[in-house]
Nanobody, 121 residues
Framework: QVQLVESGGGLVQDGGSLRLSCAAS????????MGWYRHAPGKRRELVAA???????NYADSVKGRFTISRDNAKNMVYLQMNSLKPEDTAVYYC???????????????WGQGTLVTVSS
């Protein structure tokens, strides 16, 4: 009923940039928030950035000033512009959304399949 599809991952050098995209599709009534998590080997999954249906944003301290999250409500898409990338940013990045289906009155969590970002030194 709902799919989140990410794109934009890849290999980039230290100091480079990437732009991740995530598109939500299905029988969607409303999307409250969209965001990005990442999971690196040996580390816990962490929230990278999130944005509500309004303008409220939340960033991990490690990416503030380097990453920017944005959202296109009309297209049910969210983006993550990643600048000044560091090897420590290497991880699988997962799109996340809190979505209410047309047939329900509650919000549920949905996840994308993940896209790999590798930053080489």
């Amino acid at each position: 009923q709902v799919q989140l599809v990410e794109s934009g991952g890849g290999l980039v050098q230290d100091g480079g940039s990437l732009r991740l995209s995530c598109a939500a599709s299905g029988s969607i009534s409303n999307i409250y928030s969209m965001g990005w998590y990442r999971h690196a080997p040996g580390k816990r999954r962490e929230l990278v950035a999130a944005v509500t249906s309004g303008i409220n944003t939340n960033y991990a301290d490690s990416v503030k000033g380097r990453f920017t999250i944005s959202r296109d409500n009309a297209k049910n898409m969210v983006y993550l512009q990643m600048n000044s990338l560091k090897p420590e940013d290497t991880a699988v990045y997962y799109c996340h959304a809190q979505i209410r289906l047309r047939s329900t009155t509650y919000y549920s969590d949905y996840w994308g399949q993940g896209t790999l970002v590798t930053v080489s030194s």
